[in-house]
């Protein structure tokens, strides 16, 4: 059965200090990987799409990787703005979209 | 550009009662994806409609059914509400083309229904 887990669920760290979030899946023929950021009460905010193993995107202070079994959120020098849960998905079996239960990450000033 | 704007904001139903939840999907999306999300768990995939037909459905019971229309809006209807039923209604909006993809998807500020 295809799978999305995401590690850790909680992560809080000082203004600064830059950590990583994990996201790990288990799906046949994975055909790309979403990154989404969603603030309380709010829809998921679109982040990033990748397709291949080995792809890499960034976007302000985020960095998104990608490789056969898991993908990486990178988050370098956050600010107490880049508080939010975030959230990996991938395409599973036609036009489902699995999503994980996401990282709630705290920016502490 | 009209993001994904969904109707009404907050819904108070009783078990038993039917539902009806709307979605005005993006300027120039064609498909609409409804999920569930409870509360501190990632949104769970209802169903999809692409050119007003279904076009993928998760593990939720025939209770929940959908339309979409011309215009491509679109709505959840929910019969024989459960207390399991509260949470947060999302609508995502896409632009997408047949067996290509895979496409990043719009969220709208979602439905927070309420059970009792």
């Known amino acids: 059965e295809d799978q999305v887990t995401q590690s850790p669920e909680a992560l809080r760290l000082q203004e600064g200090e830059s950590s990583s979030l994990n996201c790990s899946y288990t799906?046949?023929?994975?055909?790309?990987l979403f990154w989404y950021r969603q603030d309380p009460g709010k829809g998921p905010e679109f982040l990033f799409t990748l397709y291949s193993a080995g792809e890499e995107k960034e976007k302000e202070r985020l960095k998104a990787t990608l490789t056969k079994k898991e993908s990486f959120l990178h988050i370098t020098a956050p600010k107490p703005e880049d508080s939010a849960t975030y959230l990996c998905?991938?395409?599973?079996?036609?036009?489902?979209?699995?999503f994980g239960s996401g990282t709630r990450l705290s920016i502490r000033p | 550009e009209t993001g994904v704007t969904q109707s009404p904001t907050h819904l108070i139903k009783t078990r038993g009662q039917q539902v009806t939840l709307r979605c005005s999907s993006q300027?120039?999306?064609?498909?609409v994806s409804w999920y569930q999300q409870a509360l501190g768990q990632g949104p769970q995939f209802i169903f999809q409609y692409y050119r007003e037909e279904e076009n993928g459905r998760g593990n939720f019971p025939p209770r929940f059914s959908g339309l979409q229309f011309p215009n491509y809006s679109s709505e959840l209807n929910v019969n024989a509400l459960e207390l399991d039923d509260s949470a947060l209604y999302l609508c995502?909006?896409?632009?997408?083309?047949?067996?290509?993809?895979?496409?990043?998807?719009?969220f709208g500020p979602g439905t927070r229904l309420t059970v009792t």
């Open positions: 300027s120039g999306h064609n498909t």
């Open positions: 998905a991938v395409p599973s079996s036609a036009s489902k979209i699995i």
């Open positions: 799906v046949s023929g994975l055909r790309g």
């Open positions: 995502a909006s896409s632009f997408e083309l047949p067996d290509r993809g895979p496409y990043e998807q719009y």
